[in-house]
């Protein structure tokens, strides 16, 4: 009887080690799961800020290269386009008042759009050099005086007068700054009619600047 009862005080000590044991193992299972799945969120949360960093070099990389571009472009010196123009006076100009601008209103060539065919005026888009010709033809037997002018400033002069018609050209290189205005007009009382059908012209480029 004594050893039957050892031996059933042998099997429920066992039974109560093994018990304790299996609890352990699922406590630190879960315990290893949880401490795992943090450390996953952890890696996430570094591997997104990772990707961010990644994401602000390569920004970083391309603003970078976007400015060398622009501080490379502003270092060369770009090719401009110069302005320039020529037209020509379609119908004739009679009983031109005194100093009122001749409006060579068929423009062949306007470079820069600086030449208006409404007014006659050329204005400068920049400080620079400029060369103007003008030629003005007078009706038949009439005489006939013009000139170039700048900012309202009489500058250069054509005359003309023959038993037919006849022209008067001159030309003048101006040192002009931006906004500058540079026209044709009649001068004075020196005649009142213009010969049109493209016989009298205004031309004009910029040479530097």
């Known amino acids: 009887m004594k050893v039957l009862l050892y031996f059933v005080l042998l099997y ?16 630190r299972l879960l315990q290893e799961t949880t401490e ?16 961010e960093k990644i994401k602000q070099l390569e920004v970083g990389k391309d603003m970078t290269q976007h ?28 009983n031109v008042g005194n100093y009122q601008a001749i409006i060579f209103d068929n423009v062949f060539t ?19 050099t400029y060369f103007f010709i003008s030629t003005v033809m007078s009706h038949s037997g009439q005489y006939l005086e013009t000139e170039i002018c700048l900012n309202g400033n009489s500058l250069v002069l054509m005359y003309s007068l023959d038993n037919s018609s006849e022209q008067g050209t001159n030309s003048v290189v101006l040192a002009l700054k931006e ?4 026209w044709v007009r009649h001068h004075g009382t020196r005649g009142s009619n213009v010969y049109g059908g493209h016989w009298s012209s205004f031309s004009g480029f910029q040479i530097t600047g």
């Open 110 to 128: 306007n470079d820069g759009n600086m030449y208006s065919p409404y007014t006659g005026v050329f204005t400068a888009p920049t400080n620079g």
């Open 179 to 182: 906004g500058d205005r540079v």
């Open 12 to 27: 429920l000590g066992s039974s109560v080690v093994l018990c304790e044991s299996r609890d352990e193992l699922v406590e």
């Open 67 to 94: 400015k060398s571009k622009r501080l490379l472009d502003s270092m060369i010196p770009q090719p401009k386009n110069k302005a320039a123009f020529s037209a020509s006076l379609t119908k004739h100009m009679l």
């Open 36 to 51: 795992l799945r943090k450390e996953t969120m952890e890696l996430r949360q570094e591997n997104i800020k990772v990707w």
